[in-house]
Nanobody
Framework: VQLQASGGGLVQPGGSLRLSCAIS????????IGWFRQAPGKEREGVSC????????TYADSAKGRFTISNDGDKNTVYLQMNNLKPEDTADYFC?????????????????WGRGTLVTVSS
C-alpha cells in the first residue's frame, strides 16, 4: 500500500486548506486512514482518523469543530478539510494506513506511511 499526501501550502490565520491522501495498492474498504502532523521540534501527533468503509471518524481535541475527514471510494482518496487554521496548526501532515480499529492516534498502529505535506499558517 502506498500513500501520497498533498494539498499543503501557506495560508493566513483563519484560512482553509484541504489535504488529500491518495491510496494505491489497497482499498478504503479495508484500511483505516489516519492523519498525523509533526511541528518543528515536536513529536508527531494524531489529528484524525477514518475507519475502513467510513464506518466512523475520530478527531483530536485540537481538530474538533475545525477539521473534517472524509473519503472518496471511487478515487481511493481521503481528505482532511481544515478550516479556521491557526499558527499552531503549522506542521508537516502525514497520512497512514492501519488495519486496527484501536489506538488510532498512536503511530505504531499504522503499517504504511506516506510522505508529508507542509502546512504553514502565518500572516
Amino acid at each position: 500500500v502506498q500513500l501520497q499526501a498533498s494539498g499543503g501550502g501557506l495560508v493566513q490565520p483563519g484560512g482553509s486548506l484541504r489535504l488529500s491522501c491518495a491510496i494505491s495498492g489497497g482499498s478504503l474498504d479495508w484500511w483505516n486512514i489516519g492523519w498525523f502532523r509533526q511541528a518543528p521540534g515536536k513529536e508527531r501527533e494524531g489529528v484524525s482518523c477514518i475507519t475502513s468503509g467510513a464506518r466512523s471518524t475520530t478527531y483530536a481535541d485540537s481538530a474538533k469543530g475545525r477539521f473534517t475527514i472524509s473519503n472518496d471510494g471511487d478515487k481511493n482518496t481521503v481528505y482532511l478539510q481544515m478550516n479556521n487554521l491557526k499558527p499552531e496548526d503549522t506542521a508537516d501532515y502525514f497520512c497512514a494506513a492501519s488495519e486496527h480499529d484501536t489506538d488510532w492516534n498512536k503511530q505504531m498502529t499504522y503499517k504504511f506511511w506516506g510522505r508529508g505535506t507542509l502546512v504553514t499558517v502565518s500572516s
